[in-house]
Protein backbone atom coordinates (compact mmCIF):
# COMPACT_ATOMS: atom_id res chain seq x y z
CA UNK A 1 0.00 0.00 0.00
CA UNK A 2 2.85 2.28 0.94
CA UNK A 3 3.91 2.55 -2.77
CA UNK A 4 0.10 3.01 -3.89
CA UNK A 5 0.25 6.43 -1.57
CA UNK A 6 3.53 7.44 -2.81
CA UNK A 7 2.94 7.25 -5.88
CA UNK A 8 -0.96 9.15 -5.02
CA UNK A 9 1.24 11.64 -2.79
CA UNK A 10 3.73 12.48 -6.12
CA UNK A 11 0.83 12.55 -8.07
CA UNK A 12 -1.77 15.21 -6.57
CA UNK A 13 1.66 17.51 -6.25
CA UNK A 14 2.10 17.32 -9.78
CA UNK A 15 -1.09 17.87 -10.79
CA UNK A 16 -2.52 20.52 -8.37
CA UNK A 17 0.77 22.65 -8.64
CA UNK A 18 1.04 22.31 -12.19
CA UNK A 19 4.93 20.97 -11.59
CA UNK A 20 6.68 20.48 -15.21
CA UNK A 21 7.75 16.97 -15.42
CA UNK A 22 8.63 17.58 -19.09
CA UNK A 23 12.41 17.16 -18.33
CA UNK A 24 11.41 13.47 -17.15
CA UNK A 25 8.90 12.50 -19.41
CA UNK A 26 9.40 8.61 -20.37
CA UNK A 27 13.09 8.53 -18.20
CA UNK A 28 12.56 5.51 -15.99
CA UNK A 29 14.52 6.08 -12.55
CA UNK A 30 15.39 3.82 -9.78
CA UNK A 31 16.11 4.45 -6.09
CA UNK A 32 17.84 2.07 -3.70
CA UNK A 33 18.79 1.90 -0.34
CA UNK A 34 19.78 -1.16 1.23
CA UNK A 35 20.15 -0.63 4.21
CA UNK A 36 16.72 -0.38 4.39
CA UNK A 37 16.17 -3.16 1.15
CA UNK A 38 14.17 -0.34 0.00
CA UNK A 39 14.01 -0.63 -4.20
CA UNK A 40 11.43 1.56 -6.03
CA UNK A 41 11.51 2.81 -9.92
CA UNK A 42 10.31 5.97 -11.07
CA UNK A 43 8.44 6.14 -14.21
CA UNK A 44 7.25 9.26 -15.53
CA UNK A 45 5.19 9.92 -18.64
CA UNK A 46 2.16 12.06 -19.73
CA UNK A 47 2.32 14.13 -17.04
CA UNK A 48 2.39 11.44 -13.82
CA UNK A 49 4.66 9.09 -12.66
CA UNK A 50 4.39 5.41 -11.58
CA UNK A 51 6.15 3.99 -8.63
CA UNK A 52 6.74 0.45 -9.09
CA UNK A 53 9.21 -1.87 -7.16
CA UNK A 54 12.36 -2.42 -9.01
CA UNK A 55 12.51 -5.45 -11.38
CA UNK A 56 15.91 -7.36 -12.36
CA UNK A 57 15.42 -6.81 -16.31
CA UNK A 58 15.44 -3.48 -17.97
CA UNK A 59 17.97 -0.66 -18.20
CA UNK A 60 17.37 2.79 -16.42
CA UNK A 61 18.09 6.13 -17.45
CA UNK A 62 19.10 6.82 -14.12
CA UNK A 63 20.31 4.56 -11.36
CA UNK A 64 19.81 6.00 -8.01
CA UNK A 65 21.91 4.26 -5.06
CA UNK A 66 21.74 5.83 -1.27
CA UNK A 67 22.74 5.24 2.32
CA UNK A 68 20.21 5.75 4.82
CA UNK A 69 21.92 9.06 5.51
CA UNK A 70 21.79 10.29 1.98
CA UNK A 71 18.13 8.99 2.37
CA UNK A 72 17.53 10.84 5.25
CA UNK A 73 19.11 14.29 3.55
CA UNK A 74 17.09 13.51 0.18
CA UNK A 75 13.88 14.49 1.94
CA UNK A 76 15.62 16.98 3.52
CA UNK A 77 15.54 18.54 0.04
CA UNK A 78 20.10 18.22 -0.07
CA UNK A 79 21.38 18.72 -3.35
CA UNK A 80 22.72 15.41 -4.80
CA UNK A 81 25.98 17.51 -6.04
CA UNK A 82 26.69 18.11 -2.13
CA UNK A 83 25.66 14.45 -1.64
CA UNK A 84 27.79 12.77 -4.30
CA UNK A 85 30.97 15.06 -3.55
CA UNK A 86 30.25 13.74 0.36
CA UNK A 87 30.49 10.17 -1.00
CA UNK A 88 27.16 9.44 0.57
CA UNK A 89 25.66 8.46 -3.05
CA UNK A 90 26.29 6.68 -6.01
CA UNK A 91 24.43 7.53 -9.46
CA UNK A 92 24.36 6.29 -13.07
CA UNK A 93 23.03 8.40 -15.40
CA UNK A 94 22.17 12.26 -15.28
CA UNK A 95 22.71 14.00 -12.19
CA UNK A 96 20.43 16.48 -13.25
CA UNK A 97 17.20 14.05 -13.45
CA UNK A 98 18.13 12.67 -10.60
CA UNK A 99 17.99 15.94 -8.87
CA UNK A 100 14.41 16.79 -10.31
CA UNK A 101 13.37 13.43 -8.79
CA UNK A 102 14.75 14.24 -5.38
CA UNK A 103 13.34 17.71 -5.53
CA UNK A 104 9.78 16.45 -6.33
CA UNK A 105 9.85 13.93 -3.61
CA UNK A 106 11.07 16.52 -1.02
CA UNK A 107 8.39 18.66 -1.88
CA UNK A 108 6.03 16.16 -1.06
CA UNK A 109 6.20 16.44 2.32
CA UNK A 110 5.80 12.59 2.64
CA UNK A 111 5.73 10.62 6.16
CA UNK A 112 9.29 8.91 5.82
CA UNK A 113 8.58 7.55 8.95
CA UNK A 114 5.78 5.98 7.64
CA UNK A 115 7.60 4.76 4.53
CA UNK A 116 10.54 3.46 6.24
CA UNK A 117 8.63 1.38 8.71
CA UNK A 118 8.05 -1.10 6.23
CA UNK A 119 11.98 -1.84 5.99
CA UNK A 120 13.58 -1.15 8.99
CA UNK A 121 10.69 -1.66 12.42
CA UNK A 122 8.99 1.22 13.76
CA UNK A 123 11.61 2.10 16.29
CA UNK A 124 14.60 3.11 13.92
CA UNK A 125 12.06 4.11 11.61
CA UNK A 126 10.37 6.95 14.24
CA UNK A 127 13.92 7.96 15.19
CA UNK A 128 14.50 8.84 11.48
CA UNK A 129 11.15 10.16 10.92
CA UNK A 130 11.36 12.37 14.08
CA UNK A 131 14.92 13.53 12.40
CA UNK A 132 13.47 14.68 8.97
CA UNK A 133 10.04 16.43 11.03
CA UNK A 134 12.52 18.55 12.80
CA UNK A 135 14.10 20.51 9.85
CA UNK A 136 10.39 19.87 7.91
CA UNK A 137 8.44 22.63 8.80
CA UNK A 138 7.66 24.33 5.73
CA UNK A 139 4.42 23.26 2.66
CA UNK A 140 2.02 23.00 5.60
CA UNK A 141 -0.82 24.45 3.29
CA UNK A 142 0.44 21.76 0.82
CA UNK A 143 0.25 18.64 3.10
CA UNK A 144 -2.77 19.44 4.55
CA UNK A 145 -4.59 19.05 0.68
CA UNK A 146 -2.11 16.33 0.23
CA UNK A 147 -3.51 14.56 3.14
CA UNK A 148 -6.95 15.17 2.01
CA UNK A 149 -6.80 13.60 -1.00
CA UNK A 150 -5.04 10.71 0.25
CA UNK A 151 -8.07 10.45 2.74
CA UNK A 152 -10.77 10.92 0.46
CA UNK A 153 -9.23 7.73 -2.42
CA UNK A 154 -8.58 5.56 0.82
CA UNK A 155 -11.72 6.12 2.29
CA UNK A 156 -13.10 5.23 -1.28
CA UNK A 157 -11.05 2.13 -1.62
CA UNK A 158 -11.71 0.76 1.50
CA UNK A 159 -15.30 1.52 2.39
CA UNK A 160 -17.64 0.04 0.23
CA UNK A 161 -18.59 3.08 -2.44
CA UNK A 162 -22.70 2.98 -1.29
CA UNK A 163 -20.95 3.62 2.27
CA UNK A 164 -18.41 6.06 1.11
CA UNK A 165 -20.89 7.99 -1.31
CA UNK A 166 -23.25 8.06 2.24
CA UNK A 167 -20.27 9.59 4.22
CA UNK A 168 -19.36 12.26 1.56
CA UNK A 169 -23.18 13.43 1.03
CA UNK A 170 -23.67 13.79 5.14
CA UNK A 171 -20.28 15.47 5.92
CA UNK A 172 -19.95 18.17 2.75
CA UNK B 1 -9.20 -32.71 -33.02
CA UNK B 2 -6.52 -30.45 -34.00
CA UNK B 3 -4.86 -27.85 -31.55
CA UNK B 4 -6.33 -28.24 -28.13
CA UNK B 5 -6.43 -26.39 -25.41
CA UNK B 6 -8.18 -26.17 -21.80
CA UNK B 7 -12.00 -25.19 -21.31
CA UNK B 8 -12.17 -25.82 -17.24
CA UNK B 9 -10.29 -28.86 -16.71
CA UNK B 10 -11.85 -30.74 -20.28
CA UNK B 11 -9.26 -30.56 -23.32
CA UNK B 12 -11.08 -28.96 -26.40
CA UNK B 13 -10.75 -28.00 -29.31
CA UNK B 14 -8.84 -24.49 -29.75
CA UNK B 15 -12.02 -23.41 -32.11
CA UNK B 16 -14.21 -24.28 -29.84
CA UNK B 17 -13.30 -22.22 -26.54
CA UNK B 18 -14.67 -19.26 -27.79
CA UNK B 19 -18.08 -20.75 -28.03
CA UNK B 20 -18.40 -22.70 -24.60
CA UNK B 21 -17.46 -19.76 -22.95
CA UNK B 22 -19.58 -17.36 -24.48
CA UNK B 23 -22.39 -20.21 -23.45
CA UNK B 24 -21.22 -20.00 -20.06
CA UNK B 25 -21.36 -16.24 -19.79
CA UNK B 26 -24.51 -16.17 -21.98
CA UNK B 27 -26.06 -18.28 -19.07
CA UNK B 28 -24.80 -16.29 -15.93
CA UNK B 29 -25.09 -12.86 -17.53
CA UNK B 30 -28.55 -12.48 -15.80
CA UNK B 31 -27.47 -13.26 -12.39
CA UNK B 32 -23.22 -11.68 -12.38
CA UNK B 33 -23.54 -9.55 -10.13
CA UNK B 34 -25.19 -11.24 -7.66
CA UNK B 35 -23.48 -14.35 -7.99
CA UNK B 36 -20.19 -12.59 -7.62
CA UNK B 37 -21.54 -10.90 -4.70
CA UNK B 38 -22.30 -14.33 -2.95
CA UNK B 39 -19.08 -16.30 -4.00
CA UNK B 40 -16.89 -13.83 -2.88
CA UNK B 41 -19.04 -11.98 0.18
CA UNK B 42 -18.68 -8.46 -1.35
CA UNK B 43 -15.09 -8.71 -1.59
CA UNK B 44 -14.62 -8.54 -5.51
CA UNK B 45 -15.88 -4.87 -4.56
CA UNK B 46 -12.64 -4.25 -2.73
CA UNK B 47 -10.26 -5.90 -5.33
CA UNK B 48 -11.84 -3.72 -8.27
CA UNK B 49 -11.75 -0.77 -6.31
CA UNK B 50 -7.93 -1.60 -5.07
CA UNK B 51 -7.34 -1.99 -9.20
CA UNK B 52 -9.10 1.32 -9.96
CA UNK B 53 -7.16 2.85 -7.57
CA UNK B 54 -3.69 2.09 -8.17
CA UNK B 55 -4.12 2.35 -12.30
CA UNK B 56 -3.19 6.24 -11.95
CA UNK B 57 -5.86 6.92 -14.63
CA UNK B 58 -6.46 11.01 -14.82
CA UNK B 59 -9.15 13.19 -15.42
CA UNK B 60 -8.88 13.90 -19.43
CA UNK B 61 -7.68 10.22 -19.77
CA UNK B 62 -8.99 7.63 -22.66
CA UNK B 63 -9.70 4.09 -20.90
CA UNK B 64 -11.14 0.55 -22.42
CA UNK B 65 -12.34 -1.96 -20.02
CA UNK B 66 -11.93 -5.37 -21.93
CA UNK B 67 -14.56 -7.70 -20.74
CA UNK B 68 -16.41 -4.91 -18.64
CA UNK B 69 -19.64 -7.18 -18.55
CA UNK B 70 -21.70 -5.70 -16.26
CA UNK B 71 -20.25 -2.35 -15.96
CA UNK B 72 -19.25 -2.03 -12.32
CA UNK B 73 -15.14 -1.34 -13.51
CA UNK B 74 -16.57 1.31 -15.99
CA UNK B 75 -18.84 3.20 -13.69
CA UNK B 76 -15.61 3.96 -11.50
CA UNK B 77 -13.22 4.54 -14.36
CA UNK B 78 -15.84 7.07 -15.34
CA UNK B 79 -15.69 9.39 -12.71
CA UNK B 80 -11.88 9.20 -12.96
CA UNK B 81 -11.52 10.29 -16.04
CA UNK B 82 -14.69 12.64 -16.04
CA UNK B 83 -16.49 14.94 -18.41
CA UNK B 84 -13.32 15.40 -21.05
CA UNK B 85 -12.02 11.88 -20.71
CA UNK B 86 -13.57 8.53 -22.41
CA UNK B 87 -14.76 5.30 -21.50
CA UNK B 88 -15.13 2.18 -23.65
CA UNK B 89 -16.90 -0.98 -22.19
CA UNK B 90 -16.04 -4.08 -24.58
CA UNK B 91 -16.79 -7.30 -24.46
CA UNK B 92 -17.27 -10.17 -26.82
CA UNK B 93 -20.45 -11.61 -25.37
CA UNK B 94 -23.50 -9.61 -26.49
CA UNK B 95 -25.58 -10.99 -22.76
CA UNK B 96 -23.33 -9.65 -20.57
CA UNK B 97 -22.53 -6.29 -22.73
CA UNK B 98 -26.71 -5.73 -22.67
CA UNK B 99 -26.14 -6.19 -19.20
CA UNK B 100 -23.87 -3.80 -18.77
CA UNK B 101 -25.93 -1.05 -21.23
CA UNK B 102 -28.82 -1.85 -18.40
CA UNK B 103 -26.52 -1.44 -15.20
CA UNK B 104 -24.87 2.15 -16.70
CA UNK B 105 -28.38 3.33 -17.53
CA UNK B 106 -29.49 2.71 -13.83
CA UNK B 107 -26.87 4.76 -12.86
CA UNK B 108 -27.69 7.47 -14.77
CA UNK B 109 -24.50 6.80 -17.00
CA UNK B 110 -25.04 7.44 -20.87
CA UNK B 111 -21.53 8.32 -22.03
CA UNK B 112 -19.67 5.41 -21.98
CA UNK B 113 -19.38 3.72 -25.33
CA UNK B 114 -20.06 -0.12 -25.83
CA UNK B 115 -17.81 -2.32 -28.17
CA UNK B 116 -18.92 -5.82 -29.13
CA UNK B 117 -15.14 -6.71 -29.38
CA UNK B 118 -12.94 -10.52 -29.51
CA UNK B 119 -10.18 -9.63 -27.30
CA UNK B 120 -7.61 -11.04 -29.56
CA UNK B 121 -8.41 -8.76 -32.29
CA UNK B 122 -9.27 -5.24 -30.82
CA UNK B 123 -10.90 -2.90 -33.32
CA UNK B 124 -8.66 0.25 -32.32
CA UNK B 125 -6.02 2.31 -33.49
CA UNK B 126 -2.21 1.88 -32.13
CA UNK B 127 -1.05 4.00 -29.06
CA UNK B 128 -4.92 4.98 -28.60
CA UNK B 129 -5.51 4.55 -24.77
CA UNK B 130 -4.11 5.90 -21.72
CA UNK B 131 -5.16 2.95 -20.01
CA UNK B 132 -6.20 -0.63 -20.39
CA UNK B 133 -8.24 -2.71 -17.80
CA UNK B 134 -9.40 -6.23 -17.65
CA UNK B 135 -10.77 -7.91 -14.78
CA UNK B 136 -11.42 -11.33 -14.36
CA UNK B 137 -11.62 -12.23 -17.91
CA UNK B 138 -8.20 -12.83 -19.55
CA UNK B 139 -8.49 -16.25 -18.02
CA UNK B 140 -11.24 -17.05 -20.35
CA UNK B 141 -9.48 -15.87 -23.66
CA UNK B 142 -8.10 -18.91 -25.84
CA UNK B 143 -4.47 -17.02 -26.78
CA UNK B 144 -3.78 -15.03 -23.91
CA UNK B 145 -0.42 -13.86 -25.54
CA UNK B 146 -2.44 -12.31 -28.73
CA UNK B 147 -4.49 -10.58 -26.24
CA UNK B 148 -1.60 -8.96 -24.52
CA UNK B 149 -0.30 -8.10 -27.67
CA UNK B 150 -3.01 -6.06 -28.81
CA UNK B 151 -3.86 -4.62 -25.22
CA UNK B 152 -0.04 -3.46 -25.84
CA UNK B 153 -0.59 -1.88 -29.07
CA UNK B 154 -3.51 -0.12 -28.56
CA UNK B 155 -2.02 1.53 -25.39
CA UNK B 156 0.31 4.72 -25.96
CA UNK B 157 3.49 5.16 -24.72
CA UNK B 158 3.88 5.60 -21.01
CA UNK B 159 -0.04 3.81 -21.11
CA UNK B 160 -1.61 1.08 -18.21
CA UNK B 161 -2.52 -2.20 -18.39
CA UNK B 162 -4.82 -3.50 -15.43
CA UNK B 163 -4.82 -6.93 -15.00
CA UNK B 164 -7.65 -7.93 -12.40
CA UNK B 165 -7.79 -11.95 -12.32
CA UNK B 166 -7.91 -15.00 -10.15
CA UNK B 167 -4.30 -16.66 -8.72
CA UNK B 168 -2.31 -18.78 -6.90
CA UNK B 169 -2.96 -18.82 -3.11
CA UNK B 170 0.09 -18.11 -1.48
CA UNK B 171 -0.51 -20.22 1.86
CA UNK B 172 -0.64 -23.81 1.47
CA UNK B 173 -3.74 -24.25 4.44
CA UNK B 174 -5.53 -21.72 2.88
CA UNK B 175 -5.29 -22.92 -0.61
CA UNK B 176 -6.82 -26.48 0.75
CA UNK B 177 -9.88 -24.72 2.06
CA UNK B 178 -10.20 -22.37 -1.17
CA UNK B 179 -9.81 -25.96 -2.95
CA UNK B 180 -12.82 -27.03 -0.57
CA UNK B 181 -14.87 -23.70 -1.36
CA UNK B 182 -14.46 -23.38 -4.47
CA UNK B 183 -15.06 -26.82 -5.81
CA UNK B 184 -17.76 -27.73 -3.45
CA UNK B 185 -19.48 -24.75 -2.51
CA UNK B 186 -19.56 -22.43 -5.57
CA UNK B 187 -21.18 -24.67 -8.14
CA UNK B 188 -23.89 -25.02 -5.38
CA UNK B 189 -24.23 -21.58 -5.16
CA UNK B 190 -24.47 -21.15 -8.64
CA UNK B 191 -27.23 -23.84 -8.60
CA UNK B 192 -29.11 -22.45 -6.09
CA UNK B 193 -28.82 -18.53 -6.64
CA UNK B 194 -28.52 -18.89 -10.70
CA UNK B 195 -29.81 -22.07 -11.28
CA UNK B 196 -26.55 -23.43 -12.76
CA UNK B 197 -24.34 -24.93 -11.41
CA UNK B 198 -22.33 -26.44 -14.48
CA UNK B 199 -21.42 -22.83 -15.47
CA UNK B 200 -20.02 -22.02 -11.95
CA UNK B 201 -18.26 -25.45 -12.13
CA UNK B 202 -16.18 -24.19 -15.04
CA UNK B 203 -15.74 -20.97 -13.28
CA UNK B 204 -14.06 -23.02 -10.39
CA UNK B 205 -11.70 -24.74 -12.62
CA UNK B 206 -10.81 -22.23 -15.02
CA UNK B 207 -9.14 -20.54 -12.11
CA UNK B 208 -6.99 -23.47 -11.34
CA UNK B 209 -6.03 -23.60 -15.47
CA UNK B 210 -5.12 -20.01 -14.86
CA UNK B 211 -1.46 -18.79 -14.90
CA UNK B 212 0.44 -17.91 -11.62
CA UNK B 213 1.52 -14.79 -10.69
CA UNK B 214 5.11 -14.81 -12.06
CA UNK B 215 4.64 -16.53 -15.06
CA UNK B 216 1.66 -13.91 -16.05
CA UNK B 217 4.25 -11.43 -15.57
CA UNK B 218 6.32 -13.41 -17.87
CA UNK B 219 3.81 -13.31 -20.23
CA UNK B 220 2.97 -9.40 -20.09
CA UNK B 221 6.88 -8.59 -20.35
CA UNK B 222 7.16 -10.77 -23.59
CA UNK B 223 4.38 -8.90 -25.14
CA UNK B 224 6.31 -6.04 -25.02
CA UNK B 225 5.16 -4.36 -22.09
CA UNK B 226 8.54 -3.28 -20.50
CA UNK B 227 7.64 -2.76 -16.76
CA UNK B 228 5.42 -5.22 -14.93
CA UNK B 229 4.79 -6.18 -11.11
CA UNK B 230 1.65 -7.68 -9.43
CA UNK B 231 0.17 -7.09 -6.30
CA UNK B 232 -1.55 -10.15 -4.59
CA UNK B 233 -4.93 -8.99 -2.67
CA UNK B 234 -6.31 -11.75 -0.87
CA UNK B 235 -3.30 -13.61 0.04
CA UNK B 236 -3.37 -14.42 -3.75
CA UNK B 237 -6.42 -15.45 -4.25
CA UNK B 238 -6.66 -12.27 -6.81
CA UNK B 239 -3.64 -11.12 -8.39
CA UNK B 240 -3.30 -7.13 -9.72
CA UNK B 241 -0.86 -7.12 -12.26
CA UNK B 242 0.07 -3.88 -13.33
CA UNK B 243 2.19 -2.71 -16.16
CA UNK B 244 3.57 0.02 -18.14
CA UNK B 245 4.17 0.31 -22.18
CA UNK B 246 8.07 1.76 -21.78
Request: charged fraction near 25%; glycine fraction near 8%; charge should be negative.
Amino acid sequence: MFRLTLEKTLNHLINTNNIDTEGLNNKIIGLSVDEFNLRLLFMFANSRVFVMRMHDQGNFDVDIKLNKTAFLYLFKGASFEELIESDEIDINGSVKTAQQLADLIALASIDVEELVSHYTGDIIAHQLGKSVKLVKGKANKDKVNIVEALKNDLTTLLVAPSRSRFFNNNTH
Amino acid sequence: MGKTTHFGYQQVDVDKKQGLVKGVFDSVADNYDLMNDVMSLGTHRLWKNYTIASSNVAEGDKVLDIAGGTGDLAIKYREKVGPSGQVILSDINGSMLEEGRKNLLDHGIIDVEFVQANAESLPFEDNTFDCVSIAFGLRNLTHKNIALEQMHRILKKGGCLMVLEFSKVENEMLEKLYDLYSFNLIPKLGGLFADDEQSYQYLAESIRKHPDQETLKTMVLDAGFGLCEYHNLSAGIVAVHKAIKT
